[in-house]
């Protein structure tokens, strides 16, 4: 059991969001040290959170000085199991995958794309970033050779079945679900991870 899986998913969530942050001051400013105040501030979160999230991870800070940002970038990283640059895939039509690729530039956060899928037929063999884009089909044999356990999707509706299907059955255990569907079939074991733009667009009305 890796040390990850003693902690509770909200807090695994939490920290992957100290991780993405603390990436984001490491390309920007560049400030080498930060408190849990400063942590909890800006990401709105109380301080006691925070502190209680990081007690899971072997390094301490000096009170009234704080954390070495690198360091805990580096530990955050080793307790999330996430290399330098954690590969995944992306699922989704050739323009949706350009859109992605500009909106979320995957390397400034400690991700890389290993390989992209379309469900369009036409779409096997363009290219987006240097990289081609596969056929759906693809997916078991090219995500096996990769070793990629973590996939984005954002495909159409329809496809949403047979792509968690084939991701599945090419060792794909991770998925972040951009395509607005509310409750997908998909093989056990799989964790499916949410981001419902229509709800979210929906719950803004009334705040």
């Given at each position: 059991?890796t040390?990850?899986?003693?902690?509770p998913?909200?807090?695994?969530?939490r920290l992957?969001?100290?991780?993405c942050?603390?990436?984001?001051?490491?390309?920007?400013?560049?400030?080498?040290?930060?408190?849990?105040?400063?942590?909890?501030?800006?990401?709105?979160?109380?301080?006691?959170?925070v502190?209680?999230?990081l007690?899971?991870?072997?390094v301490h800070?000096r009170?009234?000085?704080?954390?070495?940002?690198g360091?805990?970038?580096?530990?955050?990283?080793d307790?999330?199991?996430?290399?330098?640059?954690?590969?995944?895939?992306?699922v989704?039509?050739?323009?949706?995958?350009?859109?992605?690729?500009i909106?979320?530039?995957?390397e400034e956060?400690?991700?890389?794309?290993?390989?992209y899928?379309?469900?369009?037929?036409?779409?096997?063999?363009?290219?987006?970033?240097?990289?081609?884009?596969?056929?759906?089909?693809e997916?078991?044999?090219?995500?096996?050779?990769?070793?990629?356990?973590?996939?984005?999707?954002?495909?159409?509706?329809?496809?949403?079945?047979?792509?968690?299907?084939l991701l599945?059955?090419?060792?794909?255990?991770?998925v972040?679900m951009?395509?607005?569907?509310?409750?997908p079939?998909?093989p056990?074991?799989m964790s499916?991870?949410f981001?419902?733009?229509?709800?979210?667009?929906?719950?803004?009305v009334?705040?």
């Amino acid at each position: 059991m890796t040390e990850s899986a003693k902690a509770p998913e909200s807090t695994l969530l939490r920290l992957s969001r100290y991780h993405c942050f603390l990436g984001e001051l490491q390309h920007g400013s560049g400030e080498p040290r930060i408190t849990s105040h400063e942590l909890a501030d800006e990401l709105g979160l109380s301080e006691e959170t925070v502190r209680r999230d990081l007690s899971y991870i072997d390094v301490h800070g000096r009170p009234g000085v704080g954390y070495d940002t690198g360091e805990l970038y580096r530990a955050l990283r080793d307790f999330l199991d996430l290399t330098a640059w954690h590969p995944f895939v992306v699922v989704g039509n050739q323009d949706v995958l350009r859109g992605l690729a500009i909106t979320f530039p995957a390397e400034e956060f400690g991700l890389k794309v290993a390989a992209y899928f379309s469900e369009r037929a036409a779409d096997a063999g363009a290219v987006v970033c240097g990289e081609p884009v596969h056929a759906l089909s693809e997916i078991p044999r090219v995500t096996s050779g990769l070793g990629v356990s973590i996939a984005l999707v954002a495909c159409a509706p329809q496809a949403v079945a047979e792509t968690l299907e084939l991701l599945g059955q090419g060792g794909v255990h991770g998925v972040l679900m951009l395509t607005p569907v509310l409750r997908p079939q998909h093989p056990d074991g799989m964790s499916i991870t949410f981001f419902r733009m229509p709800c979210a667009l929906k719950s803004l009305v009334s705040a």
